[in-house]
Each structure stands twice: as structure tokens, then as C-alpha cells.
């Protein structure tokens, strides 16, 4: 049977308070895994000391997936760090999620509003890249919820609006380090003229759909991320890499997966310290603070402190 509108909103209001009844108990912060709402340390201008002339490609870089997913409780929520706190932190990479209602862009996760719009995330950006410009940030923008196929007007309103016109990387072509520092990056995951690089001419590896939290499911994902991650270091070097460690399913939330697949991810990387790697983007759920530092660190080789 179809559900009212009513019935829908129901089901959010009611989703976000459980979200944030819950938020904040029995949270924890391990190196590898944090739901808390701060991060251990941060890593504010981590680039600063990345070669002008470096392709933005070599660069490896933590990120995070559904960024803004803060609310809706187990089954919706993906980060505990709200956006401000991630780029601090050393987050460089951003998958931001917009609902297209009658030219308004609101954040989802699924049906789950995260009390935030494309505004926020445009003018949080705009705000650190000001005071960070050795920085740069790519953001994956996607429609989510509604589905409409059109939102390249509402996304240069947007801009305008809330940023400015000169705050995007204007070109499909791979950038610099150089060329990058002080930019928003879009990687266009929607139809309409080009505002940025297009998400799909990354090489993706997004094995999401983790049916249960039984060990050989949790095994299967790892091996996809162990094996893109791979792929990486040996791939070619003009061609950007994406990993998700993150995946769901109704029988495996964002946070209780995250539980299992972080510490792996975090022993492996570890075991590479001290080297010089391209791994690419690493995106995750609530990753630690210490998982972030670790994927900055090969771009230096060796351990360093801000």
C-alpha cells in the first residue's frame, strides 16, 4: 500500500529523532573507528607540502561517504564528524547527496533528512578552502531521493548563492596540485554541462551492498577494497582511483559494518608505513583520526605531525 505524504514524513521525523536519541551513547574513538563529534586531532593543511607540478591523480587522500549523513539513526547515519570537523580533520573528499524538490537541494540519505542543504555544504567549503588555500577538496555531488535527472540549474543557483562562480575547478581535465590548491573540485554524477571533472572517468571501486555481517560477507568486502587498493599503487598514475570501504544493508548498518571493515583497513595501510604509495581516494564511515593521518602520510613516505 503507498504512503502519504504525512505517513513519509512520519517515518523522517520519526527516524531523525531516534538518530539523535541515540547519538552520543555508548560513542567511542579508536584509531581506526570514531562516532563521537570530534575528531582526536586534526589535520587542517596536510597539502601544503604536495609538489606544484604533482597530478592531483598521485595524490592519495581519506574521504568520506554519505558526508553529511549525520542523523536517522543506525541504518541512515555514516559520519559522526559534521562537515567543518571532517575537512579539519583531513578529509578530502566529500559524497554529498542532494533531494531536488521545485529547485530547493536538500541533503538526504535516503529518506532520512540530514537537516542541512546544498548551501550549507557550499558555504562550509568555501569557509575552509578561505582559510586553507594550500587545500583543495573534490566533492561527488549525486541527486538522491527524488530522482528528477535535473538539477544542473539548481546546482549553479547554488553556487552563485551561496559560493562563488570562481571556487570551481572549471574542466574536465585532471589538475595539479597546484592548479587544484583553493579549488572546490566537482565530480559531476548527474547529467548537464560540464562543472567539473566527471565522477565516472575515476577508476571506482563501490562494492556497497554488504547483505549480512556474517564473516564471509564482511570478507567479501574487504577483498574488494584490498584488491582495488592494490590495483591502485600499480595503476595508472593520470587515471584517479576511488575505493569505498563502506557499505549497508538492512542486516549490516553503515557503523556496525565500519566496526569491521576499519580495523582491517587500518592494519593493512599500517603495514605500509613510512613508504611512499598512491592508494588514491580512501573513503570510509566514521573513520579515526589516526586512519585519516595514516592515508596522508603516503604522500611523505614517513609519519608526520602538523
Not at 574487504?222 to 587498493?229: E, G
Not at 611523505?300 to 605531525?305: D, E, L, P, Q
Request: glycine fraction near 8%; include cysteine.
Amino acid at each position: 500500500m503507498a504512503c502519504s505524504n504525512e505517513d513519509m514524513m512520519h517515518v523522517v521525523i520519526v527516524g531523525i529523532i531516534l538518530g539523535v536519541a541515540c547519538s552520543g551513547h555508548g560513542a567511542i574513538q579508536h584509531p581506526h573507528y570514531d562516532d563521537t563529534p570530534t575528531p582526536e586531532f586534526l589535520n587542517p593543511s596536510w597539502m601544503v607540502d604536495i609538489l606544484e607540478n604533482q597530478s592531483l591523480s598521485e595524490v592519495t587522500m581519506p574521504g568520506t561517504h554519505n558526508t553529511m549523513a549525520l542523523y536517522g539513526g543506525s541504518l541512515a547515519q555514516c559520519n559522526s564528524w559534521p562537515l567543518a570537523s571532517q575537512l579539519q580533520a583531513g578529509i578530502r573528499f566529500l559524497d554529498i547527496r542532494v533531494r531536488h524538490i521545485r529547485g530547493n537541494l536538500t541533503i538526504h540519505h535516503g529518506i532520512s533528512y540530514q537537516w542541512a542543504h546544498f548551501g550549507d555544504v557550499l558555504e562550509g567549503i568555501a569557509s575552509f578552502l578561505k582559510q586553507h588555500p594550500t587545500e583543495t577538496v573534490l566533492m561527488r555531488l549525486r541527486e538522491e531521493l527524488s530522482e528528477t535527472g535535473d538539477i544542473y540549474g539548481a546546482v549553479v543557483r547554488y553556487v552563485h548563492q551561496y559560493a562563488h562562480w570562481d571556487l570551481l575547478w572549471h574542466s574536465r581535465l585532471m589538475p595539479t596540485m597546484g592548479e587544484a590548491r583553493g579549488k572546490l573540485i566537482v565530480l559531476q554524477d548527474f547529467p548537464g554541462p560540464d562543472l567539473g571533472m566527471r565522477y565516472r572517468s575515476l577508476d571506482i571501486s563501490d562494492y556497497w551492498k554488504v547483505s549480512s555481517l556474517q564473516p564471509e560477507q564482511v570478507d567479501k568486502k574487504w577483498t574488494h577494497v584490498y584488491t582495488h587498493l592494490e590495483e591502485a599503487v600499480v595503476g595508472n598514475k593520470a587515471r584517479m582511483f576511488l575505493t569505498y570501504a563502506s557499505g549497508a544493508s538492512i542486516l549490516a548498518h553503515p557503523n556496525a559494518l565500519a566496526k569491521r571493515i576499519n580495523p582491517r583497513l587500518y592494519d593493512y595501510l599500517s603495514g605500509h608505513a613510512g613508504q611512499r604509495k598512491r592508494f588514491g581516494i580512501i573513503t570510509m564511515d566514521f573513520p579515526g583520526a589516526m586512519l585519516v593521518k595514516t592515508i596522508i602520510d603516503f604522500n611523505y613516505g614517513v609519519k608526520r605531525m602538523e
